[in-house]
């Protein structure tokens, strides 16, 4: 169970898109397992913000959106906003287990 | 509101176990699946177990399997993890989550968190 790829760190500048990308293999991120993912700011419990083809929590942002290749999976940011900085996180099924990414760190410039 | 609420996170000596727990509210528990999610100081997120909404199907991450279990309690909506032959790498926060599923997809992912409980495994 090896933890998905993911770039350690982007940044943008406020108003600006981001985009975070996510890899693995056919066993770890095969094109009918669920992706989902997660933003942790600075000291707080991460929090659930986009999974599925395109769907968000309720009352979440329409400012996250997603796409998938093989074995890829990326979330987008659109309009950044100060409050969006802190560590992004994706999360796959497994064909049983689950598997997190090793994490981004979003900075907002 | 719904919440989840973990304890029983302490300072323990490596070999030892601990068992952690998990106390849900506002939601029905036994409808879900639950998982443990941990965190190493200024590490990432690390998945460590799923049970089933029934504790019928347990599955666990390498790193822990044989010295870990995990069990539901439904009627006092409840979930608990043993951790055994604790190592110093299993410091960390432990948190539990909520499992949901969508449509069309295998898996599941995790639309509620408790606040974590942290674990610190040192002589």
């Known amino acids: 169970q090896s933890a998905l790829t993911q770039p350690a760190s982007v940044s943008g500048s406020l108003g600006q898109s981001v985009t975070i990308s996510c890899s693995g293999t056919?066993?770890?991120?095969?094109?009918?397992?669920?992706v989902s993912w997660y933003h942790q700011a600075p000291d707080k419990v991460p929090r659930l913000i986009f999974f599925g083809n395109n769907e968000r929590p309720s009352g979440g942002s329409d400012r996250y959106s997603g796409s998938r290749t093989a074995y890829t999976a990326s979330l987008t940011i659109s309009g950044l906003q100060a409050d969006d900085e802190g560590d992004y996180f994706c999360?796959?099924?497994?064909?049983?287990?689950?598997?997190f990414g090793t994490g981004t760190k979003v900075t907002v410039l | 509101q719904v919440q989840l609420v973990e304890s029983g996170g302490r300072v323990v000596p490596p070999g030892t176990s601990l068992e952690i727990s998990c106390a849900a509210s506002?939601?029905?528990?036994?409808?879900?699946?639950m998982h443990w999610v941990r965190q190493s100081p200024g590490k990432g997120l690390e998945w460590v177990a799923f049970?089933?909404?029934?504790?019928?199907?347990?599955e666990y991450a390498d790193a822990v399997k044989g010295r870990i279990s995990v069990s539901r309690d439904n009627s006092r909506s409840t979930l608990n993890v043993e951790l055994r032959n604790l190592k110093t790498e299993d410091t960390a926060i432990y948190y539990c989550?909520?499992?949901?599923?969508?449509?069309?997809?295998?898996?599941?992912?995790?639309?509620?968190w408790g606040t974590g409980t942290t674990v610190t495994v040192s002589s």
């Open positions: 056919s066993s770890s991120i095969g094109p009918y397992y669920l």
């Open positions: 506002g939601f029905i528990f036994m409808n879900h699946g």
């Open positions: 049970i089933s909404y029934d504790g019928s199907r347990e």
């Open positions: 989550a909520r499992a949901s599923f969508t449509n069309g997809w295998h898996g599941s992912y995790m639309d509620v």
């Open positions: 999360c796959s099924y497994a064909g049983g287990p689950s598997v």
